[in-house]
Structures are given as structure tokens and as C-alpha cells.
């Protein structure tokens, strides 16, 4: 009996001893499994505290490429880091808690400051333009380099935060990082008077004694150089002010007769909304070898003196689901980066004008919040743009 009870005992201590060594941590949390030496082997997502193994309790969170991080050996940046090295990871649901300025999975893009205040859309670098217009500074090099185009002009974006780095791009008249203020409107100075033009130039302004106005050149090129294969299509010019603002004319026909269809474009352009243009002058001549047709059109208007926006041709053909519609110009030689020529369409600023551009004409403040000018004493006008007295 003594034996036996020996044996017992000596049974319960040995089964003891071997539970002991027989676990890994926790049992590895039930989301692993238990490996040689009783170490974890954790599925995938899971670990200790942002680490492989341990009792794999934890989860980790999104890896994106780091914003910020210490180079590698070589001098290579932008390794992938949890949550982008720009948030901290909730290691019980795996999400980023990203810092501020931060968002998305894993912390991977840019946020926009105030979401842009409801005054304009937050987007990537990528999708950023040039310009208000397709190519608006033009610096008049190369008639070929100014184009047609259509809205401000993007480029390929390789760089690592191509598609995440963001800001906010404004609807018209809001202006700021943020999209926080309103915008006034412009005019010329009506004190900056630029002497020395000819009096007797046919393009000195009425009123404005020897002052010239901005003139602005289309020309248009048939690829079959056969002009006359424009007759009876349609298209139209959008136009856009100082403020951002974007007007398109209604479908202009096209006419063989050159005082016709200039007609047709200034009425046109007279007609876009809020008297954005208030007045301007369009000839036309087709007689360039039968190849091209160049307008001009020269901005006579007080609403649009100074530097104004290119105007830009809606040629392509519109017709189901969109505005406004037009059969569009067909066989139209236009802007192409990769065949540069003198005989592509283009806008070209052919005459700068005498006139300048300034918000409340320099003659007034800028009201942020309901976008109106404040005169200085003396001068009056939307954009302060009239004189009632000399000070």
C-alpha cells in the first residue's frame, strides 16, 4: 500500500511537470499556432504589440509608404511603415488613428483643411493643372506651344506622393488654402494711365484716349488645309473671368462669309451670362493661303480690360449628354506635344493691351467675407474703378 501510494504521487508530480512545459503563451491567443520551443507562429495580421510572435494578441495595422523615415543604407526614403509613420495603431480593431492633416487607410493620404471650407474639392497632386487655362501664360515663343486646350494643363506625376499628398482646388470667386475667402472683383487702376501709343491706332479704345485694348488670336487650321470644309458645323469659346468663373457661348455656326460669322462669335460672346463680357469686337479673315482662318478678338470692354484668361475653343463633337452640343469642327489641326508645328490651331495673346488687372483696381480693400470692395475715398465702382473726385 505504501508503494502504491508513492507511485501515485510520484504520477501527479510527473504529470504536473509536464503540463508546464506542454503551452505557449496564452495558447497564442487563438489566432496562431504553437511552434518548436513554444513559440508562436501568429497569423497573418497578428503579433505582439507591432511585433512577430509573442502571444499574438495584437493586431497590426495597414502599412502604406512612410511620409517621413531614416534613410536605408543606400539613401532610399519611403519604405512602408505601419499607418505611414503618421497615426498610431488601435491594436485591438487594427485601424490607424491618424494625426491630424492625415486620413485613409493606413494614414496613406492628405487631408484638406476644412475639407475645404464647402468651397471647393480636395484633389491629388497629380490631377493638379497649370493654369486656369490651357497653358495661360504663354509667352508667345512658339504659336504652336499655346494650343487650343481645354481647362488648366496637367502633367505625368511620378513621385511617390503623386496620389496622396492633396489640396484644395476653389470654385470660383473663393480663394485660400482652405477656400476660406471670397474673392473681389478686378479692374484697371483708373489713376495708371501708360502714355505713348499711337492716338491714331484703330485699336485705341473710345473714352480711354490712346489706350490699347487686349487682343486675342485664333487661328484655325483644316487638316485637309481646305478651310471651306467648316461650312455649316458648330462649335463654341469658353470664356473665363478673373474670378474662375466659366462661360461657355451657345452653338456658333459656322459661316464661309468672314463678317457673318464673326458676327455670330461677338454676339455670341455678348450674350454669355452676368455681362462677364460686356463688350467686344471680332473680325475674321479666311484668306490665309485657304488654309486657316484667323479671329481676332479684341476685349473693348471695361469688365475686361488688362489681362484676361485665353479663350478657349470647344471643338470636339457634342451631341448626346453633355452641353452644349455641337457637331464640333472635324478634321481640326490641333495641339499635340508631340508634333510641334506653326500650322496647328492655336490662342495667342497678339496684343498684350495698355490696360492692367487688379483686384478692387488697386484703389480699394478686399472684403474676405462677402467679396465686395471697400473704395478708398475718392473712387467708386464694383472694382473702384470710376473717380468722383480728386483728393
Known amino acids: ?76 526614403r519611403h519604405s512602408y511603415a505601419e499607418c505611414a509613420n503618421k497615426g498610431e495603431c488601435n491594436r485591438k480593431s487594427g ?23 464647402g468651397h471647393g474639392t480636395c484633389e491629388y497632386v497629380k490631377d493638379l493643372s497649370f493654369g486656369i487655362v490651357h497653358n495661360e501664360y504663354y509667352d508667345g515663343s512658339t504659336d504652336a506651344l499655346s494650343g487650343l486646350g ?11 506622393d503623386s496620389d496622396r499628398s492633396r489640396m484644395c482646388v476653389c470654385d470660383a470667386g473663393w480663394d485660400g488654402l482652405a477656400c476660406q475667402t471670397r474673392m473681389c472683383p478686378y479692374g484697371n487702376d483708373i ?21 490699347y485694348a487686349q487682343v486675342q488670336t485664333v487661328t484655325l487650321f483644316d487638316a485637309n488645309l481646305d478651310n471651306s470644309n467648316f461650312d455649316g458645323q458648330t462649335f463654341a469659346v469658353k470664356f473665363t473671368s478673373k474670378l474662375n468663373e466659366t462661360f461657355v457661348t451657345q452653338p456658333i455656326a459656322w459661316d464661309t462669309t468672314d463678317a457673318v460669322l464673326a458676327g455670330y462669335i461677338e454676339s455670341a460672346l455678348l450674350k454669355l451670362p452676368n455681362g462677364v463680357i460686356d463688350d467686344v469686337a471680332v473680325t475674321v479673315d479666311s484668306n490665309d493661303n485657304n488654309s486657316g482662318v484667323i479671329l481676332d478678338v479684341t476685349f473693348t470692354g471695361e469688365s475686361v480690360q488688362g489681362k ?12 448626346v449628354g453633355c452641353s452644349p452640343r455641337i457637331t464640333g469642327l472635324a478634321n481640326l489641326r490641333t495641339f ?46 464694383s472694382a473702384c474703378g470710376s473717380l468722383s473726385a480728386l483728393v
Not at 503579433?47 to 510572435?53: E, L, P, Q, S, V
Not at 488613428?97 to 487631408?111: D, P, T
Not at 496647328?344 to 488697386?362: D, K, M
Request: glycine share 16%; hydrophobic share 25%.
Open 308 to 319: 484676361q484668361h485665353k479663350l478657349e475653343i470647344l471643338a470636339d463633337k457634342c451631341e
Open 150 to 160: 481645354i481647362g488648366g494643363r496637367t502633367f505625368q506625376d511620378h513621385s511617390f
Open 1 to 76: 500500500m505504501k508503494t502504491l501510494a508513492l507511485l501515485t504521487s510520484g504520477l501527479v508530480v510527473l504529470t504536473s511537470l509536464v503540463g508546464t512545459r506542454a503551452g505557449c503563451p496564452n495558447g497564442c491567443s487563438g489566432h496562431g499556432t504553437c511552434g518548436i520551443d513554444e513559440v508562436c507562429q501568429c497569423y497573418p495580421g497578428w503579433g505582439t504589440d507591432g511585433h512577430a510572435g509573442g502571444d499574438c494578441s495584437d493586431r497590426f495595422c495597414p502599412f502604406e509608404l512612410a511620409w517621413v523615415d531614416n534613410p536605408t543604407r543606400e539613401g532610399d
Open 95 to 117: 485601424e490607424c488613428v491618424c494625426y491630424a492633416g492625415y486620413e485613409g487607410k493606413g494614414c496613406g493620404r492628405q487631408s484638406c483643411p476644412g475639407q475645404c471650407s
Open 336 to 381: 499635340s506635344d508631340t508634333a510641334l508645328s506653326q500650322t496647328l490651331s492655336h490662342v495667342q495673346i497678339s496684343t498684350p493691351g495698355s490696360h492692367n488687372s487688379f483686384e478692387c483696381g488697386r484703389r480699394g480693400k478686399c472684403n474676405r467675407k462677402n467679396g465686395e470692395c471697400s473704395c478708398f475715398e475718392g473712387f467708386t465702382g
Open 191 to 211: 489713376m495708371d494711365v501708360i502714355p505713348g501709343f499711337d492716338e491714331n491706332s484703330l485699336l485705341g479704345m473710345p473714352g480711354y484716349g490712346n489706350e
